[in-house]
């Protein structure tokens, strides 16, 4: 019996559903007051806590949506200061906010220009007007550069990795990003500038809250600075190390102008009073890096700012806010006690217990404030354990960009290498067949420098014939100078004999005389002969010179001749490698459009009335689809080979050819096996057709351009063929699949596991016994026992029937042998063999629960619709026997008594059940005598309104039965007014106490051991039978 303690799921939700509501509201309440406190016209800094109020709104809601909501009806234009405290709001959300907070944002970028451009027009009293429209700018800015590089988050906390993937490996692109960096840094230094000037220029100060609030934002961008910094190092240094130094004059004077302005900015915030407590700011070095030098990249240290996490000590008598999601577990609401109130007029345990958990409560929150602070010191600790490990890693960082720098050099140096050595070889390659002609020439030249060597011999033997020639001659003239001074000598005596003797020695003076006028001749024809002989010589050495000239020149010229050649042969070899292509590719062309002209034909054929008289058998569409198949592999392997070899498409030529026939014959004769089959198969059957026909189009689509050829992929139509391959089983006929001689050997295998399953579920229910026997006492024994009990007689009954010789008194009944009894009645056996594994299944998975209900973790109806379900597998047998047993048999008879004997154990098992079921569950007493009449009334509408809940629920799950049966039946392939007609048979009376549920439960999973059997075909009979108590 119910109690109204029993809650119903829909009071439960509705309850979720107003808590929900109330937790949205109190969250849009939160947001509001927090937006309305942070941002107004006061002259105040923002506070903290707000704006952590508001930054953890966006992170629940996983965007800025509801900010935005409301800060879009601020008047900004009503005030300078307002408009300068929602800009330092929006830069703490899109630091600090959600992801998802910079597209929001970005909706808005035109309201935020807008703001920007009415007071950079107007001029107020408090000097907010200008800072407005550089806030305003700086934001801008910020939108467009994160929403262009969407790696680097609007807190700019990137590491270097993503910097690097960020610019990429184009120099063009880094470049550009360099440029967006320094142009961004403009705009924060523009800012802070202008902030600092107008406190300088007035006599505000640090301390006092005009000038805090002016103060305020620059927080946030000195955290964007120090990274901006950093960026622009990095990536600086990476384009020096690409482009030429010239090139980047004009980036390394814009980057020193930054770095003195921010340097100087640094310094100045440094110095005031109202920024030590909130953040530590980082110190540049006294001069900036030196970009020329690419080691100075190791130099570089990465500014850290720290902001401490203090607590605000004032104003802490605001509530505070609760936690944005409540994950604590609400007590459970007892429905009687809300209604009526508590008894004993209010008054219960429950009060002291509260005033005693508070009490707990105040003492953790102490204990919670002391680890909290602990926690504080630890914090502090450990980051400056991480500034410290942060700098190591940057060190690390700057040499692994040295090593990279100095790996691209190298492998510059070694591409450089290879190329040279490339040429080289094609150099070398060029000219081996010149060298082979220069040998030959090389042999000729040999010959001719062996003649110019006898020539020079020959040259050289004339000159030293020529030097004693002149040897010879210097010594005649000598002689002759001798003979003219003999003769003067001889004169002179002449003159004397003549004056001694006149006539005495006259006749022997001029006999000497003529010898020697004769050796002075003969000695001139000597020496003219010589020097005719040397100039012949030197005339034949010229010959063989001018000769030997003009034979170099020659060979030079056939050299220049037959490379000139050889170029010639290359490029016409080139010119027909590119034709040869071209008219494969010609010919590759062709053979798609004849392709694609097939599969369109057959297409055209689907839709076409004269095709729809034809027919064809699953059978013959699996062949084709396996042919389909092949083909494909085939295409693949042709395109991967011509893909590799663009002057052979022989292959895929082939390939194309068979796969288009194939396919067309696939598509024509799904479409004819789609006129024979049911609706629903018909409709899937043409689907797939038409899908293989489009991908197969696409596929040769893509064979058309040279641009797509390579991404061209013939296993993308393999899934079609599959699918229709694996689709067609369930339209073959499956009786078969198992062979008529192995029917008697599957009917034993199946009494023979039928009987293994119910001595093992036996076995199980006496374990369950024992072990619950040990676990529990008192009434949960009590009743275990009981329907341990039930179960276990209903198992031995119910293997005493599966072993009784009478149910298999039908085997030898008009057949010689028992295998042909089977075969000659294949779809009597068939449901024989469903009806044994039903038996089966049914005593498992009673075991299972049975197990659950005694370990309280099932339910006990599981184990009634067990019973049920084992009763009507037991009257199904029955049916199959009685079908080919003899009318008056009286072994039939005997049969029919152990079948009513195991309906009679199942309802005892559905009685046991039962009666433990009202002994286990609490039964309260309903007390209405402190209700009122509109309490009761109320009461009772929702009782109606559960009933009418209940009984639709009831309706809709028998509509749902009713739907298994259904498709029970249409699985099974055997209608009952079929299974009448076939067996002669009509359905068999009910015989067992069980409920209206014929067909298996459906939300249990069936074991291993006695799985249901696939359900035959429409040719084959199943004895699907309804059991009614």
Known sequence: MNTIRQVPSRVKSRRSETNLGAEREHFDKQQLSSISKAINSTETPVKEKHARRIILGTHREKGAYTFWSYAIGLPLSSSTILSWKFCHVLHKVLRDGHPNSLQDCMRYYSNIAETGVLWGNLRDRHGYGQLVALYTKLLCSKLEFHTKHPDIPPNLEATDEVLERTAGTDINNVFQLTVEVFDYMDVELRLAESVLRQLNTSIAISTLTAGQCKLAPLIQVIQDCSHLYHYSVKLLFKLHACLPADTLQGHRERFHDQFHSLKTFFNKARDMQYFKRLIQIPRLPDSPPNFLRASALAEHVKPMVVIPDDEEPEEQEEDEPEPLIDVSEAPPVDIFDQAFGPPNNGFDDRDLQIENLKKEIELLRAELEKIKAEAQRYITQLKSQINSLEAELEEQRVQKQRALVENEQLRMELEATRSRNAEHESIQSTFVEA????????????????????????????????ADTVKMLSATQQTQEEVARTKQQLAFEVERVKQESDMKTGEQMNTSMTSLQAEKERLMRCVSEKEAELSALRQAAQVKESSLVQERERSSKELGELQGKLKEKVSREELLQKKLLEEQFALLQGTVAEAEMIIQDAVAKLDDPLHIRCTSSPDYLVSRAEATLGSIDKVQEGHA???????????????????????????????????????????????????????????????????????????????????????????????????????????????????????????????????????????????????????????????????????????????????????????????????????????????????????????????????????????????????????????????????????????????????????????????????????????????QVKVLELETMLENERLRLGELRKKHYEIAGAPLEQLSQDNGLHAPSPTAPSSPKSSKPALMKKPALAQKPNLPPKNMVKFPLTCES
């Open 435 to 466: 060298e082979k002609r220069a040998q030959a020439t090389e042999l000729r030249y040999n010959k001719l420098k062996e003649k110019h060597a006898e020539l020079v011999a020959n040259h050289a033997e004339l000159l030293r014939k020529s």
């Open 641 to 943: 080979h011509y893909l590799k070899n663009m002057g052979d498409a022989g292959a895929l030529l082939r390939a194309l050819a068979q796969f288009s026939h194939l396919t067309a014959d696939t598509i024509i004769n799904g479409s004819a096996t789609a006129h024979m089959a049911p609706t629903d198969h018909a409709d899937r059957l043409t689907e797939s057709c038409r899908g293989c026909a489009s991908q197969s189009l696409r596929f040769l689509e893509e064979l058309k351009s040279k641009a797509s050829l390579k991404r061209a992929d013939p296993a993308s139509i393999r899934y079609y063929p599959s699918f229709s391959f694996f689709f067609l089983q369930d339209l073959r006929p499956k009786g078969m699949d198992v062979g008529k001689d192995e029917l008697g050997d599957m009917v034993d295998k199946e009494m023979a596991a039928t009987s293994a399953a119910i001595e093992e579920a036996v076995r199980r229910i006496d374990e369950m016994m024992n072990q619950a026997r040990r676990d529990t006492e008192g009434v949960k024994l009590e009743v275990n026992e009981r329907i341990l009990n039930s179960c276990t007689d209903l198992m031995k009954v119910r293997w005493k029937f599966s072993n009784n010789d009478q149910l298999y008194s039908f085997r030898n009944i008009g057949a010689a042998t028992v295998k042909e009894f089977y075969a000659r009645n294949s779809r009597w056996t068939e449901g024989l063999i469903s009806a044994a594994k039903a038996v089966g299944w049914g005593a498992t998975q009673m075991v299972d629960s049975a197990d659950k209900v005694v370990l309280h973790t099932g339910k006990y109806e599981e184990l009634i619709v067990c019973s049920h379900e084992i009763a009507a597998s037991t009257a199904q047998l029955v049916a199959a026997s009685k079908v080919k047993a003899d009318r008056g048999s009286k072994k039939l008879s005997s049969l029919q008594q152990a079948s009513r004997h195991v309906n009679e154990m199942a309802a005892n098992v559905v009685a046991s059940t039962k009666t433990g079921q009202e002994q286990i569950e609490d039964k309260d007493t309903m007390d209405f005598s402190g209700m009122s009449l509109i309490k009761l009334k109320k009461e009772e509408m929702e009782s």
